[in-house]
């Protein structure tokens, strides 16, 4: 949904340091009730608005997706479309700048615009100014802010489309860490049209190329299996690993563990991984690429193992439907002079769920 880019306005910032608000408990009352709030619940200042803002979790990228309602002047009803809006504090920290488009099935642009959030000193609210184009023709607006907590946000919006001046109520509650439901209903009397948004993170991307999210088994020369399950974790920002290996007797024994994030500094996926004889490695995707079918991932990874010496190796998969093939190269260890057998043997692995 179009939003007119004020509810995106509303979605914060994600960071560790904010894990107690993102996990404290959300608000069930309906976000259109918002506007029922007394003038003093309003945030006196930017600061008190932008503290509200972070922490009700979500600076980045969301995305929806459905079937337009006859609400917005410039955007008929009945179109299948997809979209995505991103929002981030400006430099100066003084104002929030945000963006968003709506693309129909055939990739066409059904909506697109900018919009920028900052404080009115003469009304003492946050305002925010929109401009874009729906279906091609421009639309303008300006929003107030009507109310806001820790869990939601109203905004009174008036825009300028196609030569009518239409009134709108919109905002935005906080169901869950990643996830959003967001209004939207013109004034005086009109019916919301309600939508869900989901955080997107760009590890999401890579897994759209790279799913190794499952149970993979490895059959090992002894009989026994080496067991990986992979889970995303933390509002899609991590996958996580755990290692075991079973006996041929059934028995199991945790072996190991890993991280696997996008990081933000380098632009890069990263990893760390850890096993039970106290070794530590981190790495780092050199590649991601894909022919047909196969998907294949170059990472390097560099560490110390128990003892504290020093080991590196560069992993090569390649990743076909439900069959990984890994293969080690480039290794060396200070504590072993001798390279092991496994170095430069492809090992298969299996998804079986």
């Known amino acids: 949904m179009k939003t007119s880019l004020t509810v995106l306005t509303c979605l914060a910032l994600s960071s560790p340091a904010l894990a107690a608000c993102a996990t404290a408990p959300v608000s069930t009352a309906n976000a259109t009730n918002a506007s029922t709030e007394t003038a003093a619940a309003l945030p006196a200042s930017w600061d008190e608005f932008a503290r509200l803002f972070v922490m009700q979790g979500g600076l980045g990228t969301w995305t929806s997706s459905g079937t337009t309602k006859d609400m917005w002047v410039g955007i008929p009803a009945g179109l299948k479309y997809t979209h995505t809006g991103f929002t981030r504090f400006a430099g100066d920290g003084k104002s929030i700048v945000g963006s968003h488009t709506m693309l129909l099935e055939d990739g066409r ?112 020369p002894d009989g026994s299996k080496a067991v990986a399950i992979n889970t995303v974790g933390l509002g899609g920002h991590v996958v996580m690993t755990a290692e075991q290996s079973v006996a041929a007797d059934g028995t199991r024994t945790d072996t190991g563990g890993s991280a696997m994030w996008w990081d933000a500094g380098t632009h890069t996926v990263r990893f760390h991984w850890l096993n039970a004889e106290g070794m530590s490695v981190m790495g780092e995707m050199i590649s991601l690429t894909s022919d047909g079918a196969k998907t294949t991932m170059v990472s390097r990874h560099e560490g110390f193992d128990g003892d504290g010496e020093a080991v590196a190796a560069t992993l090569t998969q390649v990743l076909e439907g439900d069959t990984m093939t890994a293969t080690f190269t480039d290794f060396r260890s200070e504590g072993m002079p001798m390279t092991p057998d496994w170095v430069g043997v492809p090992m298969s692995s299996t998804r079986v769920k």
């Open 109 to 220: 642009v059904l909506s697109t615009g900018t919009q920028v959030t900052t404080w009115d000193s003469e009304t003492g609210k946050a305002i925010a100014t929109n401009s874009g184009f729906d279906m091609g023709k421009p639309y303008t607006g300006v929003s107030t802010l009507k109310a806001m907590d820790e869990t939601s946000i109203t905004w009174e919006y008036v825009e300028q489309s196609r030569g009518k001046t239409t009134t709108y109520e919109t905002g935005y509650k906080r169901v869950g860490p990643t996830t959003q439901e967001h209004f939207v209903r013109q004034l005086p009397d009109g019916k919301a049209w309600t939508t869900t948004h989901v955080r997107r993170t760009p590890l999401d991307a890579v897994l759209a190329q790279w799913d190794v999210v499952g149970t993979w088994e490895t059959a090992m």
